[in-house]
């Protein structure tokens, strides 16, 4: 007998939630599982990927809205008020999307849909929530909420970090056993393949050293920390260029501010790219300026591409740069930003030793064994 799973997730655009997820369907065993997938908007570069095997469901159709313009905020009330129609009538959602399918499993792939999951009205199946983020940063999760997730039959979490912090809030034994730590698999020959694809926007033409990082553009991320020591590093004379890939909400500012502090010929916004890696290639750096993330998994594709990494102190990252011999972690503010650049922009030796380290050390993170690790949760719950 087939295990039936329902997995959750909002979309299945750009992003390390996203991209983890599709990876890890990818890789499961057909004759093994059913699986039902149900996403609240049905956009996404990631849907093309998902297995024809999977039964893909959706609440609704169309383009995410990301800003707030006039003709766009009754489609957005709209959007907001059907979702959290099936949020407080949740048998309706089972009944007539789900076609009253019954679960083994129930699986919340992204810490954003925990209040779907826990008011799903089959309470005989098997929930699990999958942490992909730092949650104990966003200021809606006050310690009530977080309490919340101990309600399920798994929390899933991708960094030591999180960990140690669940463990703080767990009340007892049996809810410190149900916090596992798991780590995200990347398709290592899959990123390997994408980056050797052959580019011709490639921005510059000069063989200055060049950091680049790639996320989507909100005020988390950092880059307007980012955009300042470029500034100050190049007005100390030590000349780089720098390439932001990503849109967001907060692409506009960031331009603004690329443009006000006169950086048009160092620094570059890409926007968007459905394939970063043949840019990260080029690149000589990768440099991480996050306030905040869960597991930064284009750190892990950056390590693949044997990239020398500068990062600030964030979720994860001492898991991903073992706590340091990998990469170069760096204090959380402007200043550690600038220290990291600096440091790689003036001693070549240690960007030298950081290859050589990358390249001598078995990666955990790889596919097999976290698809393993993964299959072994879902088998035993």
Not at 39 to 49: A, D, H, P, V
Not at 168 to 173: F, L, S, V
Not at 352 to 365: A, H, M, V
């Amino acid at each position: 007998m087939k295990k039936k799973i329902l997995i959750r997730i909002g979309s299945l655009r750009h992003g390390g939630a996203e991209k983890v997820l599709v990876n890890f369907l990818k890789n499961l065993p057909e004759d093994k599982y059913e699986i039902d997938l149900l996403i609240n908007l049905y956009t996404g570069m990631y849907i093309k990927e998902i297995p024809s095997w999977v039964n893909l469901h959706y609440l609704l159709k169309g383009e995410m809205i990301t800003t707030n313009r006039p003709h766009e905020i009754p489609v957005k009330v709209f959007r907001v008020l059907y979702q959290k129609m099936f949020l407080w009538f949740p048998s309706l959602l089972y009944r007539f999307v789900l076609k009253n399918k019954k679960y083994d499993v129930e699986i919340a792939a992204i810490h954003g849909m925990y209040k779907e999951l826990l008011s799903s009205p089959q309470k005989d199946s098997k929930k699990i929530i999958w942490i992909q983020n730092d949650i104990f940063n966003l200021k809606e999760y006050t310690h009530d909420v977080i309490r919340q997730l101990f309600k399920f039959d798994r929390i899933l979490v991708i960094s030591d970090k999180l960990k140690e912090e669940m463990l703080k809030i767990a009340e007892n034994d049996q809810e410190k056993k149900n916090v596992i730590k798991i780590f995200n698999p990347i398709d290592k020959e899959d990123t390997l393949r994408k980056a050797d694809i052959e580019i011709s926007d490639y921005p510059f033409s000069s063989k200055l050293p060049t950091f680049v990082t790639v996320g989507t553009v909100y005020p988390q991320k950092g880059y307007d920390r980012l955009l300042n020591v470029h500034k100050k590093l190049i007005d100390e004379g030590l000349q780089h260029h720098l390439l932001i890939i990503g849109d967001g909400y907060d692409f506009e500012a960031i331009q603004n501010q690329l443009h006000t502090l006169g950086l048009q010929d160092t620094a570059k916004m890409l926007g968007f790219s459905s394939n970063p890696y043949p840019y990260m290639k080029k690149a000589d750096f990768y440099i991480m300026s996050s306030r905040h993330e869960g597991f930064p998994t284009i750190i892990a594709e950056a390590l693949i591409l044997n990239k020398p990494i500068s990062a600030t102190d964030i979720s994860g990252i001492k898991d991903l740069l073992q706590d340091g011999k990998l990469g170069n972690i760096t204090e959380n503010s402007e200043d550690g930003i600038y220290e990291g650049m600096k440091k790689f922009l003036t001693d070549k030796n240690v960007t030298e030793e950081y290859k050589k380290q990358i390249s001598q050390t078995e990666l955990p993170f790889v596919l097999e064994k976290s698809v393993e690790h993964l299959q072994k949760i879902i088998d035993e719950a």
